[in-house]
């Protein structure tokens, strides 16, 4: 088994960046949930976004972003002279819903999901990304590398680095396709990366996604993405099968 390359020491530069990203990420899931909780209920006008920026002590920026992400994904509107108003709890497209568990096949479909539009996103990330962007992608690579060296779930990682591709193709739409199945991805994530061999797939395809986006190899982008999603698959398939003997042992 091929090993990951050791990660590189950062720049300053990068650095810098990558915290202003994470702390732009922490805001977008802090206003994400409680807009789901019900702090501000559907039509209900957000406070403005100096209230917000005092609040959670962080620059206006950032909440001017994070406010972006969550009218791309439908939980609010942004009326210019107006303000920002809650149009639901939750995305407007989120599948995951619509059901009540994992099973019955949706593990198995959402893996199909991915591999038809992982690839694709892939391509579009690397020639729509900035250079913030892609630094923050492989920052994401280099915590992930980090938690498995310390023994750590990074599945909640793994999720944030095919979200943060999907974001980059700047397509709303198909962003908002992969944002409704996030939980059931996280699920299923963590189910599989139990597997040692498994992860450190993982991990090496995700590395090279990440140097090809930044080389601005949409072809080679799309190829790697597409190794990693038919390598998901196939361990899809066997989890799955390994459950269905385990049920089958325990239920003669």
Do not use: C
């Not at 960046?17 to 006008?45: C, K, M, S, T």
């Not at 479909?109 to 990330?125: D, I």
């Not at 140097?211 to 799955?240: I, V």
């Amino acid at each position: 088994m091929i090993e990951p390359d050791p990660p590189s020491k950062p720049s300053l530069k990068s650095t810098k960046i990558a915290r202003r990203n994470r702390v732009y990420h922490n805001i977008f899931e802090e206003l994400q949930q409680r807009i789901r909780q019900g702090d501000w209920l559907p039509g209900e006008r957000m406070p403005s976004i100096s209230q917000l920026a005092k609040e959670l002590k962080v620059g206006a920026g950032s909440i001017r972003e994070a406010l972006r992400s969550l009218q791309s994904i439908g939980l609010v509107k942004i009326e210019h002279g107006s303000g920002v108003y809650v149009l639901g709890t939750r995305p407007s497209t989120e599948l995951s819903s619509h059901f009540q568990s994992v099973g019955d096949g949706l593990i198995l479909a959402l893996a199909e999901t991915r591999r038809l539009l992982e690839p694709g996103l892939a391509a579009l990330a690397a020639e729509r990304a900035t250079d913030e962007e892609l630094i923050e992608i492989e920052n994401v690579v280099r915590q992930m590398e980090e938690a498995s060296q310390h023994g750590k779930d990074f599945a909640e990682l793994d999720v944030l680095f095919h979200r943060l591709i999907a974001q980059t193709a700047r397509n709303p739409i198909l962003f908002q396709t992969m944002e409704s199945v996030s939980d059931l991805f996280l699920g299923s994530r963590r189910a599989i990366l139990l597997d040692p061999d498994a992860l450190l797939r993982a991990l090496r395809y995700h590395a090279l996604i990440a140097d090809a986006l930044k080389e601005r190899n949409a072809p080679q982008a799309r190829l790697l993405m597409q190794g990693h999603m038919n390598s998901m698959w196939e361990e899809t398939l066997a989890s799955e099968a390994l459950k269905a003997v385990t049920q089958s042992d325990q239920n003669p």
